[in-house]
């Protein structure tokens, strides 16, 4: 009873820890939003991921290293993993992070949260075991419902539709890469060593891209951004990559997956809270309707006991390889 007690408090942290990486995202292109009287800039795009994901992979990587997991050494295996770095931890963290230099991080916190969606229609072309049913197509249309009402209600508003743009775009990496990640990665590899790979991945390509940007000068960034930054690659992403795989030996895959409803709950309040981002009733009707989709996805009806044939519920992203966390 105690060590479940225990894991249910790490499933409600890592609510907490992944649905607060939008606000430290904007903090750290901004530059503004913890400490008052600071007006020094921010990080540009590349830096940020690089940051984070430089910082995630060293804490992982010396979780492997005291765990003994052993690493893949197949150059088929090795290919695979920079793949899936590629495309599920470069390419969704720059669309993230690009888009939130336009649209709020509350709104981009209620967006992310479509990953789940994408990840149904795509599970339905590459496992057998994932097929769309009635119930399902139900959940697509009242979540993709959502998304549509959340564009059609800022157009000519404050949110950038460009950026809204990129976060549906991330958040349809996030699901391609994890399910063909998923396909391509048979072998047994702890979950922990695609994770420190392919944030290894992301810093190896970000680096370089940030310096052929141009390195922003230290004296030019405000302690709120460095402050961000450094919480984005420790607590987001080590941090809640740790209680991550604590929580699918614990709970299961499946119980650990049903953090993906705390996130946009999350991300709203903190927008709300810490940028005085403004929540309207569009963003509101949006997003319960896109966790309402993912609600009736979920469902599951009752099977008989011990029944061996019970479908197991694929993890969201997450993460993670290393891609659901935002």
């Known amino acids: 009873m105690q060590g479940n007690a225990r894991a249910w408090a790490g499933f409600w942290s890592?609510?907490?820890?992944?649905?607060?990486?939008?606000?430290?995202?904007?903090?750290?292109i901004t530059g503004s939003g913890l400490f008052p009287g600071d007006s020094s800039g921010g990080f540009n795009i590349f830096e940020i991921v690089f940051i984070r994901t430089l910082i995630g992979a060293l804490?992982?990587?010396?979780?492997?290293?005291?765990?003994?997991?052993a690493l893949p050494r197949d150059g088929e295996t090795l290919r695979a993993l920079v793949f899936i770095g590629l495309g599920n931890v470069v390419l969704p963290f720059l669309l993230i992070t690009w888009g939130e230099q336009y649209i709020s991080?509350?709104?981009?916190?209620?967006?992310?949260?479509?990953?789940?969606?994408?990840?149904?229609?795509?599970a339905h072309f590459l496992f057998?075991?994932?097929?769309?049913?009635?119930?399902?197509?139900?959940?697509?249309?009242?979540?993709?419902?959502?998304v549509v009402l959340l564009f059609q209600g800022n157009l000519g508003g404050e949110q950038s539709l460009a950026g809204m743009a990129t976060l549906v775009a991330a958040s349809l990496c996030y699901a391609v890469?994890?399910?063909w990640g998923r396909k391509l990665i048979q072998r047994d590899i702890a979950p922990v060593v695609v994770a420190m790979a392919t944030l290894a991945v992301g810093a190896v390509v970000t680096g370089p891209m940030a310096l052929l940007y141009g390195l922003t000068p230290l004296q030019e960034v405000s302690?709120?951004?460095?402050?961000?930054v450094l919480?984005?690659?420790?607590?987001?992403?080590?941090?809640?990559?740790?209680?991550?795989?604590?929580?699918?030996?614990?709970?299961?895959?499946?119980?650990?997956s049903m953090v993906t409803y705390v996130f946009p709950a999350v991300g709203v309040a903190l927008g709300a809270l810490m940028l005085q981002e403004e929540i309207g009733v569009v963003m509101v009707t949006g997003g319960a309707l896109i966790i309402a989709g993912i609600a009736i996805v979920n469902l599951r009806s009752r099977r008989p006991a011990g029944n061996p044939g019970a479908r197991r519920v694929p993890s969201p992203r997450r993460p993670d390889s290393a891609g659901d966390s935002p």
């Open 105 to 122: 991080s509350s709104m981009a916190a209620v967006l992310q949260a479509s990953t789940a969606l994408f990840a149904l229609v795509i």
């Open 14 to 28: 890592l609510g907490l820890i992944w649905g607060s990486s939008y606000l430290f995202i904007r903090i750290s």
């Open 59 to 69: 804490g992982l990587g010396a979780m492997v290293f005291r765990g003994r997991h």
């Open 231 to 256: 919480t984005l690659g420790l607590l987001n992403t080590f941090v809640g990559y740790s209680i991550y795989y604590f929580l699918v030996r614990e709970l299961g895959v499946a119980r650990t």
């Open 223 to 228: 302690t709120d951004a460095l402050v961000a």
């Open 177 to 179: 890469f994890t399910s």
């Open 128 to 146: 057998a075991d994932d097929r769309i049913t009635l119930r399902k197509v139900v959940g697509l249309l009242t979540g993709f419902g959502g």
